[in-house]
């Protein structure tokens, strides 16, 4: 059967189709991958700017020893979407407040005492910035984390946004 020239071109023209149309599709999920890998990172970046914009103006409102933890509360409220945890961090790493208290069926409750979340803010503990992706919920979180200055001390935002609708 193989010794027709013409049963050999079309088996070779076949599998160099199936081969292109494999290459095609692999180059087309990766270009479709990085794409939305970059506008959740965009969106994170966004955020994290108008909840510390929010944060700033908050500041001007409330005083006293508990003025960074009403501002960053009301932030959260203003901020809070259904597949997003806030989380903002005093200057010696412990949690000033979250959004982790409120109802979220995106992000499982445990997230913030996670091992996860510590190997996140260990790798941040260096930089100004950083957006990494992060194990826990159905579908893992991309998570961006930002130091930023309010009333003379150092305060860390962590954002995370849950992975499973674009997956």
């Known amino acids: 059967m193989l010794d027709s020239v013409r049963v050999r ?6 599998g160099l189709l199936a081969l292109f149309l494999v290459l095609l599709s692999l180059i087309t999920y ?32 409330n005083h006293g020893p508990d003025a960074a933890r009403l ?10 979407f259904r597949d997003h945890v806030f989380a903002v961090l005093d200057p010696k790493g412990g949690i000033l407040t979250s959004s982790q208290e409120l109802p979220n069926e995106e992000v ?26 992060m194990s826990g919920g159905r579908s893992g979180c991309r998570a961006l984390v930002r130091k930023f200055p309010l009333k003379g001390r150092t305060y860390t935002l962590v954002i995370l946004q849950s992975l499973h609708p674009q997956n």
């Open 30 to 61: 990766f270009i479709f991958w990085r794409s939305t890998l970059q506008r959740t990172d965009i969106n994170l970046a966004e955020l994290s700017e108008a909840f510390l914009s929010t944060v700033q103006a908050e500041m001007l409102d």
């Open 71 to 80: 501002a960053t509360q009301e932030a959260i409220v203003e901020h809070r």
């Open 108 to 133: 499982p409750a445990g997230l913030l005492s996670s091992a996860a979340f510590h190997k996140l803010l260990g790798d941040s503990a260096s930089s100004e910035r950083v957006i990494e992706n």
């Open 9 to 14: 071109l079309t088996l070779w023209y076949t």
